[in-house]
């Protein structure tokens, strides 16, 4: 590990130490965990500590782990990771923390440390159904408002639920189940005459 990783990580651990339940080094960068229970006040210290000034956060993305690991996850199902940058320290940090309910996904928003969360937390809402304590205007922003569903969850089939389309007689869009039919993906392979084996 690098002397300024090294440096990081020990003023991650003065700074918020009690409240890390992980911390790992991989790729010449650190990734932090904490309890839900924590997360103002983790963020509140990585913001405003003289010695880790995060001021800026760059990125909050949803993840469901059902799937990982070829299903042999044993932790929690949802989780939101944070990528936040010091400008005025050159360097970053990521932080994963994991919500407790996987029927009912609760995390506390972040919009009034780093306003730039507002959007960030209404996809990780719109795409894996994460909700937001105390968000200023939680609703879908990728999707339609009438979709169904949150469509990056694994379990969320690849074809969707319902499917949208003009109607002449009613003279506007509707929702109706989808109607794929089902078809065979193996490609044909057609040979010119000439072609031979060998």
Same mark, same amino acid.
């Given at each position: 590990?690098?002397?300024?990783?090294?440096?990081?990580?020990?003023?991650? /651990?003065?700074?918020?130490?009690?409240?890390?339940?992980?911390?790992?080094?991989?790729?010449?960068?650190?990734?932090? #965990?904490?309890?839900?229970?924590?997360?103002?006040?983790?963020?509140? /210290?990585?913001?405003?500590?003289?010695?880790?000034?995060?001021?800026?956060?760059?990125?909050?993305?949803?993840?469901? &782990?059902?799937? &990982?690991?070829?299903?042999?996850?044993?932790?929690?199902?949802?989780?939101?990771?944070?990528?936040?940058?010091?400008?005025?320290?050159?360097?970053?940090?990521?932080?994963?923390?994991?919500?407790?309910?996987?029927?009912?996904?609760?995390?506390?928003?972040?919009?009034?440390?780093?306003?730039?969360?507002?959007?960030? #937390?209404?996809?990780?809402?719109?795409?894996?159904?994460?909700?937001?304590?105390?968000?200023?205007?939680?609703?879908?922003?990728?999707?339609? &408002?009438?979709?169904?569903?949150?469509?990056?969850? /694994?379990?969320?089939?690849?074809?969707?639920?319902?499917?949208?389309?003009?109607?002449? #007689?009613?003279?506007?869009?509707? &929702?109706?189940?989808?109607?794929?039919?089902?078809?065979?993906?193996?490609?044909?392979?057609?040979?010119? #005459?000439?072609?031979?084996?060998?």
């Amino acid at each position: 590990m690098s002397t300024k990783l090294d440096l990081l990580s020990a003023q991650l /651990k003065l700074a918020i130490g009690a409240h890390v339940t992980k911390l790992d080094v991989a790729l010449n960068e650190i990734s932090i #965990e904490c309890k839900v229970d924590n997360l103002l006040e983790v963020c509140a /210290k990585l913001r405003d500590h003289a010695e880790l000034k995060f001021e800026q956060l760059i990125d909050l993305c949803g993840v469901d &782990y059902s799937d &990982y690991k070829e299903g042999q996850w044993e932790g929690a199902r949802y989780a939101v990771v944070l990528h936040l940058l010091s400008v005025s320290l050159n360097q970053r940090v990521r932080l994963r923390v994991f919500a407790q309910d996987e029927d009912f996904p609760v995390l506390p928003t972040l919009v009034d440390m780093w306003p730039v969360a507002n959007w960030y #937390e209404r996809e990780a809402f719109d795409l894996f159904g994460i909700m937001f304590e105390n968000h200023p205007d939680l609703r879908r922003i990728l999707t339609d &408002y009438g979709f169904v569903g949150h469509p990056f969850r /694994k379990d969320f089939p690849m074809i969707g639920n319902v499917e949208m389309r003009y109607d002449p #007689e009613q003279q506007r869009v509707i &929702y109706q189940p989808v109607s794929i039919d089902m078809r065979n993906n193996v490609p044909r392979v057609i040979r010119g #005459e000439g072609f031979h084996n060998g």
